[in-house]
């Protein structure tokens, strides 16, 4: 049975090594961010280049499974509450705060499921590695699928042996008290964690919580009229903007989702998850679509 520490304990007992006192920030990892999604800091297995905690700090917080596709997919006994390709991921049933203000041509709706599967990482409240079908065998639970609170289904990913490093007895997720404990800004002199936190890479700003209502909308339809470009193809149940005329929607072409309310905006319409562009084009942050710069991922879409 695992004794769970708190953080506290762990930085007090040197289980977590001390960082260099170099400021927070987009600190550097070993990934080239091209040629495949391992290169990503999608891939929840990486490490820092250099600095800050040693990359062992994190195993007693999540599991890492040494896979890079298993903590969103898996080939068998994929989650079956949510319409995602073999998902493998927790996922709650969350009602969100939505963008409500008076400039949209309609209502916002709950998220649908290519926002859902974002949201299962970004929205804070479940851990990064709590996943359905663990590699390999015996590693399989279904009640975790949406119910990461019931301790006993919760208890199986702490069967996991995290080879290359202390196994993980806490399962933090994208949250204050979880994995921006570290990876948030110094919160000023007097704060304990201020030497973990200089020295980890800053993710508050992908911390997104249940809080959508300064966001850009999600759930929200397709729009018609003057102020609005038209989606020129249409693949299955995506309207995309077919950028190259191929006639499929491709990881660099905005698309629209329908989930069975009609075409609506969600995460993935502007974010490819997998942000791999190729070896030779740049790879774009927050794993955008299209660029930002002049303001191209908005004029896709809108007319101004």
């Known amino acids: 049975m695992h004794i769970r520490k708190p953080f506290a304990y762990l930085l007090a007992a040197g289980l977590l090594a001390p960082a260099p006192s170099f400021a927070a920030g987009d600190l550097p990892t070993k990934f080239s961010n091209q040629g495949t999604i391992a290169n990503t800091r999608h891939n929840l297995t990486q490490r820092q280049d250099s600095g800050g905690p040693a990359g062992a700090s994190m195993d007693p917080y999540r599991n890492d499974y040494q896979q890079v596709c298993v903590y969103c997919h898996t080939p068998h006994a994929a989650n079956q509450n949510i319409n995602a390709p073999l998902w493998n991921r927790t996922v709650r049933t969350t009602t969100y705060t939505l963008y409500s203000?008076?400039?949209?041509?309609?209502?916002?709706?709950?998220p649908g499921p290519n926002?859902?599967?974002?949201?299962?990482?970004?929205?804070?409240?479940?851990?990064?590695?709590?996943?359905?079908n663990m590699p390999g065998s015996g590693g399989y639970n279904a009640a975790l699928a949406l119910n990461p609170s019931d301790t006993t289904s919760q208890s199986l990913l702490d069967t996991?042996?995290?080879?290359?490093?202390?196994?993980?007895?806490?399962?933090?997720?994208?949250?204050?008290?979880?994995?921006?404990?570290c990876h948030a800004p110094v919160s000023g002199p007097t704060d304990p964690l201020t030497v973990v936190k200089a020295g980890a890479t800053d993710f508050s700003a992908f911390a997104i919580g249940t809080d959508l209502s300064n966001d850009h909308p999600v759930g929200v339809k397709l729009p018609s009229g003057s102020d609005w470009n038209v989606p020129s193809g249409t693949y299955r149940n995506i309207r995309f903007f077919d950028a190259?005329?191929?006639?499929?929607?491709?990881?660099?072409?905005?698309?629209?989702?329908?989930?069975?309310?009609?075409?609506?905006?969600?995460?993935?319409?502007?974010?490819?998850?997998?942000?791999?562009?190729?070896?030779?084009?740049?790879?774009?942050?927050?794993?955008?679509?299209?660029t930002a710069d002049g303001s191209k991922i908005c004029l896709t879409c809108h007319v101004k």
Do not use: M
């Open 115 to 132: 926002s859902l599967t974002c949201l299962s990482c970004h929205d804070g409240q479940t851990a990064v590695d709590s996943i359905v």
């Open 101 to 110: 203000q008076q400039t949209l041509s309609q209502d916002a709706t709950q």
């Open 244 to 290: 190259n005329g191929n006639n499929r929607p491709d990881k660099d072409e905005l698309r629209f989702y329908d989930s069975g309310q009609g075409f609506e905006v969600e995460c993935a319409s502007c974010h490819d998850p997998h942000g791999v562009p190729g070896t030779a084009a740049t790879f774009l942050p927050t794993f955008l679509r299209v």
């Open 160 to 181: 996991w042996n995290n080879t290359r490093g202390p196994d993980a007895t806490v399962h933090a997720g994208l949250n204050g008290a979880g994995c921006l404990a």
